[in-house]
């Protein structure tokens, strides 16, 4: 039985030299071949700010480019109407929302001033002779 242990042993041993000596040679034939390396591009740092590391995240950002194409495809004056459009549309042809409350901000910011602007515009244009 101790035989047939030693014989085990050994022919594990073996099987292992041989593939730990496959492996190296085949690390070694990689690192004789010369590896062609793109040369880096140099790229002016911009700055954006006086906080040095927000600095450098925001020109890895700009370096990076992956954030023209967010949303599918580059955003051009020809997709603005997808990011503005609709809710500013929208914001410059309705009246304004009233929010039901009693608190006094909210009233005060809810308060229609329409009949006020005009009459700030009729006293300015009084003044100006228009």
Request: glycine residues 4%; hydrophobic residues 30%.
């Amino acid at each position: 039985m101790k035989k047939k242990k030693q014989n085990i042993k050994t022919i594990i041993r073996q099987i292992v030299r041989e593939e730990v000596a496959m492996a190296i040679k085949e690390v070694i034939t990689e690192l004789k071949q010369p590896t062609q390396s793109q040369p880096e591009k140099i790229i002016e740092k911009k700055s954006f700010t006086s906080n040095s590391v927000l600095n450098d995240v925001l020109n890895e950002t700009a370096q990076d480019g992956e954030w023209k194409t967010m949303g599918g495809s580059e955003f051009t004056t020809d997709r603005m109407n997808e990011l503005v459009g609709k809710n500013y549309g929208d914001m410059m042809n309705q009246q304004p929302q009233q929010v039901p409350s009693s608190d006094p901000m909210s009233q005060f910011l809810n308060k229609d001033y329409r009949q006020v602007l005009e009459k700030t515009e009729e006293i300015h244009n009084r003044k100006h002779g228009k």
